[in-house]
C-alpha cells in the first residue's frame, strides 16, 4: 500500500504547502523556507537560537539584534510559535 509509506514520511508545510518531513511531535511545523522569515507582530523580521549545545531558546530581532522576549512570530500573517525542538535545533509551529 504505497500511501500508508508516503503518509508515515512526509507532511505539509501549514503555511506554503511544501512538502516536508514527517514529524509527529510536531504536526504544524513550519518548513525552513517559512521559518526564514518569520517576524513579530510589527513586521519586524527574528532570528531563533538554541542557548548552546544542550538547547534552549533564544529570539533577536535581526536588525538590532535586540533580545525579542515571547516564542510569538508570524508568518505571512499566521500566528505561529517558536521553541526548541526536542532534539536540538529550532521548531516553529502555527498555532
Ligand atoms: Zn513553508
Redesign the pocket.
Known sequence: MPDHHILQNSQF?P??S?EIAFQARYPRY??M??ASIATDINGRKLLFYNVDASGGFLAFYADTNEIYDSHQCFINGLECRADEAKFGGIVIQVN
Request: hydrophobic letters at 25%.
Open positions: 508545510c503555511v506554503c511544501e513550519v518548513c523556507d517559512c
